[in-house]
């Protein structure tokens, strides 16, 4: 097997994980505990790109993801195919929110459920404003004399991030790669009109329950969210405000529920990677879960950007970055 990728570089080797991602989790298993097992013979042979000498696997192989590639790692989408199957989170425990393997589909089996952007090794810029501070994986208590890359019972990814408040909607034009879209909750008077089909495309790890986007901001946008800033290790204190309290179960989303957009990058000349998150509780640090992924169109030719992609990086760049965890 590692004849087969001899003469890949890491940018290549990155592309065809991802593509072996696409395939392998379109795979149902029995047993949950079975899932990242399964894949162990694949991870040992692209082991060979991303492990240095001095290098335990076990601290590079995450849940499914490579800590050299995390930040673009982090930009998977389920692609649901309407009708087959249904995202949810896999029961029993089966990986972190920010691992693909941690989502499960009811129904039948789609074509390919997880999916990364195409040549996403050579097109992904990683933001200024994203940073890995710290990631692990813990390994199941009857795995770890097996495998160091089998079944996980707990990870978390430690990161310095901004994060933008928002809420869910269904997309306007069904007919584009996902169904749902966001509207920020903070107001801008400098925001600019933009044409409907380029709101981004959310595309949820979890089921929910949405109410078509307003054509006008919602009542929710005209309270100021104060942003956040700091950093809890350098003991600044934070200061926000919910406008929307979290009325929804665990796992289940609605149109009520505040989310956070979470920039990682961009594709080059295209649009914004980001993940959608959902805050679950206030340790000593913020932690939130994974519950989507957000991608825009950028304009046709001759344009820079979308107005949706000026107004939401007007935000970035005001916004302070935090420490949170991901879980």
Same mark, same amino acid.
């Given at each position: 097997?590692?004849?087969?990728?001899?003469?890949?570089? $890491?940018?290549?080797?990155?592309?065809?994980?991802?593509?072996?991602?696409?395939?392998?989790?379109?795979?149902?298993?029995?047993?949950?505990?079975?899932?990242?097992?399964?894949?162990?013979?694949?991870?040992?042979?692209?082991?060979?790109?991303?492990?240095?000498?001095?290098?335990?696997?076990?601290?590079?192989?995450?849940?499914?993801?490579?800590?050299?590639?995390?930040?673009?790692?982090?930009?998977?989408?389920? &692609? @649901?195919?309407?009708?087959?199957?249904?995202?949810?989170? %896999?029961?029993?425990?089966?990986?972190?929110?920010?691992?693909?393997?941690?989502?499960?589909?009811?129904?039948?089996?789609?074509?390919?459920?997880?999916?990364?952007?195409?040549?996403?090794?050579?097109?992904? $810029?990683?933001?200024?404003?994203?940073? @890995?501070?710290?990631?692990?994986?813990?390994? %199941?208590?009857?795995?770890?004399?097996?495998?160091?890359?089998?079944?996980?019972?707990?990870?978390?990814?430690?990161?310095?991030?901004?994060?933008?408040?928002?809420?869910?909607?269904?997309?306007?034009?069904?007919?584009?790669? %996902?169904?749902?879209?966001?509207?920020?909750? &903070?107001?801008?008077?400098?925001?600019?009109?933009?044409?409907?089909?380029?709101?981004?495309? @959310?595309?949820?790890? @979890?089921?929910?329950?949405?109410?078509?986007?307003?054509?006008?901001?919602?009542?929710?946008?005209?309270?100021?969210?104060?942003?956040?800033?700091?950093?809890?290790?350098?003991?600044?204190?934070?200061?926000?405000?919910?406008?929307?309290?979290?009325?929804?179960? $665990?796992?289940?989303?609605?149109?009520?529920?505040?989310?956070?957009? #979470?920039?990682?990058?961009?594709?080059?000349?295209?649009?914004? #990677?980001?993940?959608?998150?959902?805050?679950?509780?206030?340790?000593?640090?913020?932690?939130? &879960?994974?519950?989507?992924?957000?991608?825009?169109?950028?304009?046709?030719?001759?344009?820079?950007?979308?107005?949706?992609?000026?107004?939401?990086?007007?935000?970035? &760049?005001?916004?302070?970055?935090?420490?949170?965890?991901?879980?």
């Amino acid at each position: 097997m590692n004849e087969v990728f001899y003469d890949l570089e $890491e940018v290549g080797a990155s592309d065809c994980w991802h593509h072996f991602v696409t395939l392998f989790s379109s795979f149902k298993f029995k047993h949950a505990s079975d899932y990242l097992l399964a894949a162990s013979d694949m991870v040992y042979c692209f082991s060979w790109y991303f492990l240095n000498p001095d290098e335990q696997l076990g601290q590079l192989y995450l849940a499914g993801l490579w800590l050299p590639n995390l930040p673009s790692d982090l930009c998977w989408w389920v &692609e @649901v195919i309407e009708g087959h199957c249904a995202p949810s989170r %896999a029961k029993p425990y089966r990986a972190p929110t920010w691992s693909w393997a941690s989502v499960d589909f009811e129904g039948e089996s789609p074509c390919r459920p997880v999916v990364y952007h195409s040549n996403f090794g050579e097109k992904f $810029e990683q933001s200024a404003k994203f940073c @890995v501070r710290y990631a692990a994986t813990h390994m %199941a208590p009857l795995i770890v004399k097996r495998s160091a890359y089998g079944s996980v019972c707990g990870g978390l990814i430690r990161i310095k991030c901004i994060l933008i408040a928002a809420q869910i909607f269904t997309h306007p034009y069904l007919e584009v790669d %996902a169904r749902h879209t966001i509207q920020f909750l &903070e107001a801008d008077a400098l925001d600019e009109d933009y044409d409907p089909y380029f709101w981004p495309n @959310v595309y949820l790890d @979890v089921q929910g329950s949405f109410e078509p986007i307003m054509s006008e901001p919602s009542p929710a946008a005209d309270v100021l969210d104060l942003p956040i800033a700091g950093d809890l290790e350098d003991k600044v204190s934070l200061m926000s405000i919910d406008v929307v309290e979290d009325k929804t179960p $665990e796992d289940y989303l609605r149109s009520d529920t505040k989310v956070w957009i #979470c920039m990682v990058g961009n594709v080059v000349e295209g649009g914004i #990677c980001a993940l959608v998150l959902k805050e679950r509780e206030k340790a000593n640090f913020r932690q939130f &879960e994974r519950v989507g992924y957000l991608h825009n169109r950028v304009g046709a030719v001759g344009f820079e950007k979308s107005s949706w992609q000026n107004n939401f990086m007007r935000r970035a &760049e005001r916004a302070g970055q935090i420490v949170i965890e991901i879980v």
